[in-house]
């Protein structure tokens, strides 16, 4: 439940993000898949997958959970121009961090099966500096805290 909760909301936002894309680089959700060699080719550019990092239960009485949120990106940069790199950074991932952490387009405080989630901390992009598989891929990662409220039992 409180994965499927986090989720909703962030394919949300990205949805909010493919909206100004073009057909062609509109990012699609990858199924949960720890190994990358093991997507097929088609998810191997323009994809993301969302996992839960960590979650700690702060406080019974206020229901409260921290909940540390990655999102994983793949760009394949096989036989593309430079200026794709920039256009990766700009259009997709900046882009994105705006909407998450703009209470208006990021829809916080956000309610659904009776968890909440109140608050975004410590938004950051990460493996930007670094191609992967001789080149060919750029993975990074955008990482969060999320304060979500919700009944544990």
């Not at 997958?49 to 019974?60: G, P």
């Not at 992967?132 to 955008?142: C, I, M, Q, S």
Request: glycine share 6%.
């Amino acid at each position: 439940m409180l994965y499927n909760v986090i989720k909703s909301w962030v394919t949300g936002k990205i949805s909010l993000l493919n909206e100004t894309l073009s057909e062609a680089e509109k990012l699609a959700e990858s199924s949960l898949n720890f190994d990358t060699d093991m997507l097929p080719l088609n998810l191997k550019d323009n994809s993301y997958f969302i996992k839960l990092r960590e979650v700690t239960f702060t406080d019974n009485e206020s229901e409260e959970i921290n909940v540390k949120v990655n999102i994983e990106f793949h760009f394949r940069l096989y036989k593309k121009p430079g200026e794709f790199y920039q256009k990766i950074i700009d259009d997709k991932l900046y882009r994105l961090c705006g909407i998450l952490i703009d209470d208006t387009a990021s829809g916080l405080e956000h309610t659904s099966d009776g968890i909440t989630i109140a608050n975004i901390h410590n938004l950051s992009l990460s493996g930007l500096e670094k191609a992967y598989k001789g080149g060919e891929y750029l993975l990074p990662v955008a990482v969060f805290d999320l304060q979500v409220f919700g009944n544990v039992q």
